[in-house]
């Protein structure tokens, strides 16, 4: 995969477009895990929400960059 992409003619890293990707994927993640109600046992929700961005967008890193 090429390390830079052009949108709209301006060069963008892959890696933004990725996180951007997973950004997205962690936000319908959450909203699942909201759902069904996990976020009463976790100690701190906000430090969870963090660390499953990294979790999910270094997985989607480490596919694509593979």
């Given amino acids: ?3 830079d992409t052009a949108i709209l ?9 990725l996180f951007i990707a997973g ?4 936000w319908v ?3 699942l895990l ?3 109600g ?3 046992v976790v100690w701190h ?3 969870f929400r963090a660390s499953l ?3 999910v967008c270094s997985v989607i890193g480490l596919v694509v960059y593979r």
């Fill in 1 to 3: 995969m090429p390390r």
């Fill in 9 to 17: 003619e301006a060069y963008v890293p892959t890696i933004l477009l």
């Fill in 23 to 26: 950004a997205m994927a962690t």
């Fill in 29 to 31: 993640i959450d909203r």
């Fill in 34 to 36: 909201a759902m069904t």
């Fill in 38 to 40: 996990l976020y009463r």
């Fill in 45 to 47: 929700p906000s430090l």
């Fill in 53 to 55: 961005l990294v979790c």
